[in-house]
């Protein structure tokens, strides 16, 4: 299928061989803390990452990506990252959800599930002194949609089964490599996820729900209030360059901040790679966001 042969396609640039899966899951596997269900589902859990030192820890929420299907990736595809997080200093709770590919997948549930384990930090926060001040969310290509969707919530329309009254803040959003836009990603051609999967997770027109885009695209809700970093590599196959620059010309357009980082002779993979040039930059973003 085409979105699985470009997630493991072999680039060349020049001289420069780009970092495939198997080059990333080869390494030795970091392993968490702790897993903490938020709810009954086989799929409703995190992975809590929390640094050896004494004191409150500032927070990451971490979203993987796969085109929001379960069978391309879980969340351990972010255990390289979130251990260079707990290296310096930051709690990381990674999280994983159900995929369109499963049942009760897609909309709503997708959704939920991200919602229902952000909000499970407030119940979790106490016992490892996690900071719920300042909480980034930072996600991996469609994880980048949903990190957003998480600062969106609180403006999301009032009668969608996705609002809820008191969402988690999040302070701000890193995105790596994500697709932000579901009306871009739908159309991009050659990119993204392609249109079977943002249906998917965009869900079905209706008398009352016209516009599937409103309440689960972060484009359509724009401003969100917090600063976003947008980091994308030069040589991304599924989230090449102009659709960051794209989203990030909306979000200055709406008047939120936002930094926007091309990242040469990079690809998907080194994004959450630690010792790529693409994940060093990240990192001191996501720790300067956090802090």
């Known amino acids: 299928m085409r979105w699985l042969l470009v997630l493991s396609a072999v680039l060349t640039l020049g001289a420069t061989r780009l970092l495939d899966w ?40 971490l979203v993987h990506g796969g085109c929001w299907r379960s069978r391309v990736a879980t969340l351990t595809i972010m255990n ?20 369109v590919d499963q049942p009760g997948g897609g909309y709503p549930g997708t959704f939920l599930d991200v919602a229902a384990a952000a909000d499970a930090l407030r119940t979790i926060a106490p016992a490892h002194h996690l900071s719920l001040g300042r909480v980034v969310a930072v996600g991996h290509s469609a994880g980048g949609h949903l990190a957003a969707w998480l600062a969106a919530r609180r403006r999301l329309p009032r009668g969608s089964p996705l609002a809820s009254r008191d969402p988690l803040p999040i302070a701000g959003v890193v995105s790596l490599g994500g697709l932000p836009d579901l009306k871009v990603d739908r159309d991009a051609s050659g990119a993204a996820c392609g249109p079977e999967a943002v249906d998917a997770m965009a869900g079905s027109p209706g008398p009352a729900r016209r516009d599937v885009y409103a309440d689960t695209s972060p484009a359509e809700r724009l401003p969100l209030g917090v600063p976003e970093a947008i980091v994308n590599g030069s040589e991304d196959p599924v989230a090449p360059p102009w659709l960051g620059q794209a989203y990030a010309r909306r979000v200055r357009a709406a008047g939120d901040p936002v930094t926007f980082v091309e990242i040469p002779d990079s690809g998907h993979a080194e994004l959450i790679a630690p010792g790529s040039a693409a994940w060093t930059r990240a990192a001191d973003l996501i720790d300067r966001m956090v802090r």
Do not use: C, K, M
């Not at 390494?27 to 050896?52: C, E, H, K, M």
């Open 22 to 61: 198997p080059d990333l899951l080869a390494r030795p596997l970091p392993r968490a803390d702790q897993r903490i269900t938020y709810g009954s589902g086989q799929n409703q859990f995190g992975d809590l990452w929390v640094p050896p030192a004494s004191g409150r820890h500032p927070l990451v929420i």
């Open 80 to 99: 390289f990252a979130a251990d260079d997080l707990r290296r310096r200093g930051v709690a990381v709770w990674n999280i994983e959800y159900r995929g």
